[in-house]
């Protein structure tokens, strides 16, 4: 399991207590600090010295957060993976119950229960049942349809992941988005499995990285410092599947219907408009978060995120 983090005090024990408290045995964490300048370094230490499984590792500089989310799975040794953001926790049977799932059957490449979402205190504010679900079938293009064309939080993004799945994967992406990428070219790969039950508990808080960085450049920074390209998130994400639809080995008849997902794309779930707004962020920046509330306001939030919950507490 890998856990970057980067400033994560306030909810790091918590996270790594919740690993130290699995049912299931047999696993490894590790701990990428990525330069840190709180109490992170002092947190992660001393639990690593309480148990040999926890391994610590401190980044000199901060390589940005898609590095070093790729950084934790190139350290990591185990036949599954799963990465473990720092202000989340699992239950206890999260291992037991999922590692179940991929050791009966071969084809399935991810599984993940549904999620309870927690305040700043740690309080259940809402539960989430993704679209995993509808990505268990045979045929690759339906599960690679159902999580491209149906709207969607990325929590899956954390589910449990076999190793071999993620070789040779897009991994994390250095864009905003690079989740839906990676579940994208996971659907391709194989079955997903979705445990009714909630296993995992993620956090709503005002640190949140979407809270924090509300332009396409903040966001762009986030993911990697370096970055240069001037082409909005959406279009790195679609031209992200269409790469997958071509590179990956599917039947012939599976890719066209595959592209044939990616030409409805444009007309469901406010892309084209996502498409425009990042664009015009980027001449003025904060036209999305703009957006993003203004959609909320009229229309709901969309599925998976209890942003207004939050904050109302």
Not at 136 to 148: D, I, K, N, Y
Request: proline residues 4%; aromatic residues 10%; contains cysteine.
């Amino acid at each position: 399991m890998g856990l970057p983090v980067f400033n994560g005090e306030a909810y790091l024990e918590e996270a790594i207590r919740s690993v130290l408290a699995q049912t299931f045995e047999d696993w490894e964490l590790i701990v990428s600090d990525n330069a840190s300048t709180d109490r992170t370094a002092e947190i992660a230490r001393d639990l690593a010295a309480s148990d040999r499984r926890v391994r610590y590792l401190r980044n000199e500089h901060n390589l940005g957060a898609a590095a070093n989310y790729n950084r934790t799975f190139a350290l990591a040794r185990g036949r599954y993976f799963k990465w473990l953001a720092h202000d989340d926790r699992l239950l206890p049977e999260y291992f037991a119950k999922t590692v179940r799932v991929l050791d009966a059957d071969p084809e399935v490449v991810l599984c993940n229960g549904t999620v309870a979402y927690i305040d700043e205190k740690g309080e259940i504010i809402g539960t989430y049942r993704s679209v995993l679900h509808l990505a268990s079938g045979e045929r690759p293009s339906e599960r690679f349809a159902a999580l491209v064309l149906n709207s969607h939080a990325c929590v899956d993004f954390f589910g449990l992941i076999r190793r071999s799945a993620l070789e040779r994967s897009l991994l994390h992406a250095p864009f905003h988005g690079a989740d839906r990428a990676l579940l994208a070219q996971l659907a391709l790969r194989g079955r997903m499995v979705q445990i009714p039950e909630p296993l995992v508990q993620m956090r709503e808080h005002r640190q949140r990285y979407t809270r924090l960085r509300k332009s396409i450049r903040d966001r762009r920074a986030w993911h990697d410092p370096n970055a240069t390209s001037l082409l909005p998130p959406a279009l790195e994400l679609y031209r992200a599947y269409w790469r997958l639809v071509r590179e990956e080995p599917l039947p012939g008849r599976e890719r066209l219907r595959c592209a044939a997902t990616l030409l409805c794309w444009w007309f469901v779930n406010w892309h084209a408009f996502r498409v425009a707004a990042e664009t015009l962020d980027l001449l003025v920046p904060g036209t999305v978060y703009r957006a993003e509330r203004l959609k909320t306001r009229l229309f709901g939030a969309a599925p998976g995120h209890l942003v207004e919950e939050a904050e109302r507490r």
